[in-house]
């Protein structure tokens, strides 16, 4: 009886840790960017203090604010799921669902191209940019984020689109229906949940890449992962504003992570189980 | 993976010559259809990923020097000549294969570990599903900057804090080579370790009740059961955890540029890093494309070695 309290009492003390662990660096950020310059320095490192939104107000309304290169940061993303659903939604349904020769080495391709190392792409990319003179443009960035949204999006969605019973595609085409208001009609109101968590899933990359933008990125598309440099220095790092830019570059992904919580493990997996399946 | 299963349809032979010809048609216009779906999709791919591919071969032939760009032109495999003879080259590639067999073993023990544990809980699986995703989803950017600053600091930084009442001293953790190296490893298994817990957990979660059940009534101990059962079973997915994983750490960009940018000196920088200082800080495209390639390389052989794993059974 008492190795058993013992054990639990182990177990409790383990996975505390780890908790903490893992929610600490977080829970540190948000902590800092509530405090005032005084609090943020004080050492020992303080848990309780008087909390203030100073550090909130000085980045999104002050001389440095950080409204802009959000505003960045949500046109990339926002610009490339659009583009990336246009595109992928229909090379995975044709992928899922009919009849194309050779449509395993396509998929094959779809996912050899994730392989490549990103710094392979950008050095090809920034050079033929400059040249059309599409450097720190929001089409040449989006552009690019193709390169690793889609192979993504088109995997995720034709695992869903492959959910779907083919009686209903079969009930259509006795009725007449051509393929495209199949497709429209019947085939994507049963795939609405699947092309919501690819959405999500997208849009949560694209707001995280980070090579492709340190490159291309300027003074017109400045994301927030690159504005947040503008925060340290060697000479001075502005603790409780570096705190609050981290604190709201977080924030959404996190929302989105949270309403994807379900479909994590998949968003994540994709690819990997359906394409090394048989391999 | 059921890419190429046909649409049910009967076959052609067994059917009259005219109802063969309709289906004839049926298939032509199939194929012309999913053809204009797939286009879009292969055009994109094709101009962002395999046309950069080609071009970079292209490039690391050239000598390519934006700083100096009156010495440009042709050197053929000048670049990759002398990349077997730059010992930066060789010391970013055992530094990415530290980081890479570190990391990844950190991952897969770790998140093995708390999938195990939380696995027997009876109650509070759900707060660790739900933590489990707050480091996964956050840019590697952010988390790098959220560790350099707010954790590795020295005299400022909680690690920092807790080394020294531990009686360790204040340590220059970005600033020592080894220390530096550690650090983004650690920083890297932290932000990823819930992955392999995540993934590790649902496959743990799917195994069969009953072969524990006919292992208890045999008598085996929770090691033998491990050993045994838990992991000869959770193989494809560790499998697939390390594989993925690898393929991440050998490209690893974001949170290793944040936190040391390759330094001190070159201590940290991973081959993907020196391509990108290469090509982007000292401005030598042409050498950098050939360290680019040179990566490339290298992660399909170890792809290669790692699905000839998974195929052995």
Redesign the interface.
């Known amino acids: 009886m008492k190795t058993k309290h013992l054990r639990a009492i182990g177990l409790l003390i383990v996975t505390g840790i780890f908790i903490l662990a893992w929610v600490f660096p977080i829970f540190w950020s948000v902590l800092n960017s509530l405090k005032n310059e005084q609090d943020v320095l004080a050492y020992p490192p303080k848990l309780f203090f008087e909390p203030t939104l100073a550090a909130y107000r000085s980045v999104l309304f002050g001389p440095q604010s950080i409204l802009p290169n959000l505003w960045s940061s949500f046109v990339i993303s926002a610009g490339t799921t659009i583009l990336t659903m246009a595109i992928a939604i229909p090379a995975a349904y044709a992928l899922a669902r009919l009849r194309v020769p050779g449509s395993r080495w396509a998929g094959f391709y779809v996912l050899a191209t994730q392989m490549l190392p990103p710094v392979g792409i950008i050095i090809p990319y920034f050079l033929i940019l400059r040249n059309i003179g599409w450097m720190d443009t929001y089409q040449g960035i989006i552009l690019i984020y193709l390169s690793f949204s889609l192979p993504f999006a088109i995997w995720l969605m034709v695992s869903y689109f492959e959910d779907i019973p083919f009686e209903m595609e079969e009930a259509a085409a006795v009725d007449g229906a051509s393929r495209l208001t199949t497709l429209r009609r019947i085939i994507l109101p049963q795939v609405q949940g699947g092309i919501a968590v690819t959405i999500v899933f997208v849009f949560l990359n694209a707001w995280n890449e980070f090579l492709f933008a340190v490159v291309l990125s300027g003074n017109t598309v400045r994301p927030v992962t690159i504005a947040m440099f503008n925060f340290v220095s060697v000479e001075q790092t502005l603790w409780t504003q570096l705190a609050a830019v981290s604190v709201i570059a977080m924030l959404p992904v996190v929302i989105l992570g949270i309403l994807a919580q379900k479909h994590i493990v998949k968003g994540l997996t994709v690819g990997a189980v359906k394409g090394g399946g048989r391999r | 993976?059921?890419?190429?299963e046909?649409?049910?349809?009967p076959s052609g032979a067994a059917l009259s010559p005219a109802a063969s010809g309709h289906l004839d048609v049926m298939?032509r216009?199939?194929?012309r259809?999913?053809?204009?779906?797939?286009a879009?999709?292969?055009i994109?791919?094709g101009?962002?990923?395999?046309?950069?591919?080609l071009?970079?071969i292209w490039?690391s032939t050239f000598r390519m020097d934006l700083a100096m760009p009156f010495m440009d032109g042709f050197v053929g495999i000048e670049n990759y000549r002398q990349l077997f003879a730059d010992p930066r080259f060789w010391q970013s590639l055992s530094v990415s294969m530290i980081y890479t067999v570190t990391t990844v073993i950190a991952q897969v023990i770790l998140g093995l570990a708390?999938a195990l544990?939380?696995m027997n809980?009876k109650r509070?699986q759900g707060?660790?599903?739900?933590?489990?995703?707050?480091?996964?989803?956050?840019?590697?950017?952010?988390?790098g900057?959220?560790?350099r600053?707010?954790?590795l600091t020295p005299?400022?930084g909680?690690i920092d804090?807790l080394s020294i009442?531990a009686g360790l001293g204040s340590q220059n953790w970005l600033g020592d080579p080894f220390m530096a190296l550690v650090s983004v490893i650690v920083i890297h298994t932290?932000q990823w370790t819930?992955?392999a817990f995540?993934?590790l957990l649902?496959s743990l979660a799917s195994l069969p009740d009953d072969i524990y059940e006919a292992a208890k009534i045999d008598r085996a101990g929770p090691w033998q059961r491990f050993w045994r059962i838990t992991l000869p079973l959770l193989r494809p997915a560790i499998v697939?955890v390390v594989?993925?994983r690898t393929?991440v750490a050998?490209?690893a960009?974001?949170a290793i540029?944040t936190v040391t940018g390759g330094g001190p000196g070159t201590a940290t920088e991973i081959l993907?890093l020196y391509?990108?200082r290469k090509?982007?800080t000292e401005l030598s495209?042409g050498y950098?494309?050939a360290l680019?390639?040179a990566?490339?390389v290298v992660?399909?052989l170890i792809?290669a070695v790692l699905?000839l794993i998974?195929?052995a059974k």
């Open positions: 993976m059921s890419l190429a046909p649409v049910a349809a298939a216009r199939e194929r259809f999913a053809a204009a779906l797939l879009p999709a292969f994109a791919l101009a962002t990923t395999t046309f950069p591919l071009y970079l490039t708390l544990l939380v809980m509070g707060l660790f599903r739900f933590i489990a995703i707050l480091p996964v989803v956050l840019s590697p950017a952010v988390v900057m959220v560790w600053s707010f954790m005299e400022f909680v804090y009442s932290w819930p992955f995540m993934v649902a697939m594989i993925m393929m050998l490209t960009f974001a540029f993907n391509a990108y090509s982007f495209i950098g494309s680019a390639v990566l490339l992660t399909i792809s699905f998974r195929r």
